[in-house]
């Protein structure tokens, strides 16, 4: 097959096209299909076939119809070397060619999707949403509108990072709508704040939000050095007796206590205020690289709450399959049981 768009088969369609006009027929669609059809069979289109092409369509698409440029669109738009004026007058066409062009067409201008984005049809919206290389100012300007199919489609792209003011707005509107709530739970966003997703969340997802919550509580009770209030949240979150959390905590090395604070996620420089307010005794050995304490608050999480399993009586341990994976859908454990703290780590950031 000839690999340009010749002059000949241009004229010949424009030739059909002008005889149609003058007898009230209207060939333009035809033209534009068979003028497409042809384009996209060429594997490497000149300039000049460009140009060619170009010329035709953007004549011809005046006059085609909104079922016609939805057809030239599919056909069209995942061409790479698709004319950027075809593609913006087929946008310009209606909202269906419009979506299956911002769906589609491999490499569009960022400030084009941003327009879309913020002012053209739902559609449209949807089908930007899709796309894995929308940047923030994209992203934000999808997160800000209001229809539900629009915010569906961007919570449900796993492909693309939200930045923390698209999260905001997205869990502001799931906090109404389940469905959104959902998706956003699904992702996997450090930033998303899961708490205000509770109710869109299933009931392993709603057990690990309240293990977060009293994990947040217990630190917070670390800062202030209250030692029986931070055993008391803990041993009520992770179903064990209070006495048995404070013979760990009160250990004489302070390996216990580090591999708690290491089960909850936050790093060794977050957890030393927090030791020192309840355990002064403690700041030696933090500050020795060596010690076992800074050893047991380096170990991953996972690793921490197997050991401290094995440090429980063995009445208290139990499997916590239902609770695997920290509330950032980390993956299962696999092996021994042990402690029932899976739900509250999250991603450490090592000192």
């Not at 005889?19 to 333009?28: I, K, V």
């Not at 384009?39 to 000149?46: G, L, R």
């Not at 930007?128 to 569906?152: C, W």
């Not at 936050?266 to 020795?288: N, Q, V, Y």
């Amino acid at each position: 097959m000839c690999n340009t768009m010749d002059e000949t088969l241009r004229k010949r369609l424009e030739s059909l096209t002008a005889t149609g006009r003058a007898q009230s027929l209207d060939f333009e669609g035809v033209a534009a299909r068979v003028a497409t059809d042809r384009f996209v069979t060429i594997a490497t289109p000149d300039a000049a076939a460009c140009a060619r092409y170009e010329e035709l369509m953007i004549s011809a698409l005046d006059h085609v119809d909104d079922s016609a440029a939805q057809r030239i669109a599919q056909r069209l738009a995942p061409c790479p070397a698709a004319p950027a004026a075809v593609l913006a007058r087929l946008i310009a066409c209606g909202p269906e060619s419009a979506a299956t062009v911002l769906a589609r067409a491999p490499d569009l201008p960022a400030t084009l999707l941003l327009e879309r984005a913020t002012d053209g049809d739902v559609r449209e919206a949807v089908a930007i949403a899709q796309r894995e290389d929308l940047d923030a100012a994209t992203t934000g300007a999808l997160a800000r509108r209001l229809e539900p199919e629009a915010l569906h489609g961007l919570a449900a792209n796993r492909t693309i990072s939200l930045d923390r003011g698209a999260l905001i707005a997205l869990t502001q509107r799931a906090r109404v709508d389940l469905d959104l709530g959902r998706l956003l739970l699904a992702r996997d966003d450090h930033a998303l704040d899961r708490t205000v997703l509770f109710l869109s969340a299933d009931a392993v997802a709603r057990r690990r939000i309240l293990l977060d919550a009293a994990r947040r509580d217990a630190f917070g009770a670390a800062e202030c050095g209250d030692l029986p209030r931070f055993c008391s949240i803990l041993a009520r979150a992770i179903r064990v007796s209070r006495a048995a959390i404070e013979r760990l905590a009160r250990d004489a090395g302070g390996e216990p206590l580090g591999l708690i604070f290491a089960t909850s996620g936050f790093s060794a420089t977050e957890c030393e205020p927090a030791i020192i307010a309840l355990r002064p005794d403690l700041a030696a050995a933090l500050a020795d690289p060596m010690s076992g304490l800074r050893f047991a608050l380096q170990a991953p999480p996972r690793a921490a709450s197997a050991l401290l399993a094995s440090l429980l009586p063995g009445r208290q341990r139990r499997a916590t399959t239902e609770y695997d994976g920290s509330i950032d859908s980390a993956p299962a454990w696999q092996g021994k049981p042990k402690l029932d703290t899976g739900g509250v780590t999250r991603t450490i950031r090592r000192a």
